[in-house]
């Protein structure tokens, strides 16, 4: 029968570990990782405000201010596209309040909290944008039918329901991992 | 202190440490404990001003530590990588062929221990003591004594027979 003093000689002989970058290496990557946070930060607002532009730009140059299923398709599309957005901005936000320095109980309770909260943005948040992106694509076609050729409106419809599909799936299994991760967590406890 | 060598000094005392603790939790597999142990080191690069001394600086990166391995399932689809391709070694002095084998049965063994136990056992053979370990997983000295009882008699049963 081993002993435990035994298996932590064992541990100890093992090989020396050598470092493979240098303490500088690891700074500048740290650094390289800050930029990037900051970056992603800009990009979510510019994204934001390019889709807000791109709507205010629509009306005015289409002068398009009666309700027609192309206003209503474009600007629903639009808006859920922002909302989108604007989720994800929130979740990396939370996520990264998430501070790698708690005790492991305190980590994994934060963690939990943040995937339930990813969870309620999977399966009540995002299938209403995605309905409503549905609705709002759905709306546009009979303008796009009347100033479309057949084969390009066919195009259109083909694709853009393929995407609307295959967006479906993946979001499902995003869904599926977060789920699995979260019952890990709940696990540790 | 300048921030670049204190950090340059903690990286050289602890890394090896660290590497051996995230080379433990993923089962012996080398790539996963470099990237996990340099993720360590960037994330301590990036929280080093935020340390106020409210604990010792091991007890700190140990927390990072504990908690970066956890979030690696995080990029990882599936929940554990358990697939690896070699174990590591016993050193070459220690000629005894049977020791490969007792190292090779040992992370096994570890493997099979629950998330949190196979934490707190991995931090105990890399020297850390208790009233450290109970701040870095979050409970008290006293519940951790009986899970670090309980632990080396599943492991060194696990070792000795093959089962926990």
Redesign the interface.
């Known amino acids: 029968m081993e002993t435990f003093d035994a298996l932590q000689t064992l541990w100890n002989k093992q090989l020396a570990v050598s470092h493979p970058a240098s303490a500088a290496d690891l700074m500048k990557k740290g650094e390289a990782h800050l930029q990037k946070i900051r970056a992603g930060h800009r990009g979510t607002i510019a994204i934001i405000s390019a889709l807000i532009i791109v709507l205010i730009g629509y009306f005015v140059a289409m002068k398009a201010y009666q309700m027609n299923g192309l206003t209503i398709g474009l600007t629903l599309m639009i808006s859920v596209m922002i909302a989108r957005v604007w989720l994800e901005g929130i979740s990396a936000t939370r996520f990264r309040r998430i501070r790698p320095d708690l005790t492991l109980a305190e980590f994994s309770a934060q963690m939990q909290a943040y995937y339930t909260w990813r969870k309620r943005v999977h399966t009540v948040f995002i299938p209403t944008i995605y309905v409503l992106y549905v609705l709002g694509f759905t709306g546009l076609l009979p303008t796009l039918k009347a100033n479309l050729s057949p084969g390009m409106y066919l195009y259109c419809v083909i694709s853009g329901y393929s995407f609307l599909l295959l967006f479906a799936i993946f979001l499902v299994r995003i869904l599926r991992n977060e789920r699995k991760l979260l019952e890990f967590l709940k696990g540790l406890n | 202190m300048d921030k670049?060598i204190r950090?340059?000094e903690l990286?050289?005392t602890h890394?090896?440490s660290l590497?051996?603790l995230c080379r433990g939790y993923f089962n012996g597999n080398e790539a996963l404990a470099?990237d996990s142990a340099?993720e360590v080191?960037?994330?301590v690069?990036?929280?080093l001003d935020?340390?106020r001394g409210e604990s010792s600086i091991r007890t700190?990166i140990y927390?990072?530590a504990?908690?970066?391995c956890?979030?690696h399932?995080?990029k990882q689809?599936?929940?554990k990588e358990k697939i690896t391709t070699s174990l590591?070694?016993?050193?070459?002095e220690?000629e005894d062929t049977g020791?490969e084998e007792?190292?090779q049965r040992?992370y096994a063994c570890i493997q099979k221990l629950p998330?949190?136990d196979r934490?707190i056992t991995l931090m105990m053979?890399e020297g850390i003591s208790y009233p450290e370990i109970s701040?870095?997983?979050?409970?008290t000295e006293e519940t951790l004594r009986v899970r670090i009882h309980r632990i080396?008699k599943n492991?060194?049963?696990c070792?000795?027979h093959g089962n926990i």
Do not use: C
């Open positions: 670049k950090f340059t990286y050289n890394y090896a590497f051996k470099s340099q080191f960037i994330k690069w990036e929280s935020t340390f700190w927390r990072i504990v908690n970066t956890l979030l399932l995080r689809s599936t929940k590591p070694h016993v050193a070459a220690a020791e007792r190292l040992m998330e949190k934490l053979l701040d870095v997983v979050g409970m080396k492991l060194t049963q070792v000795s």
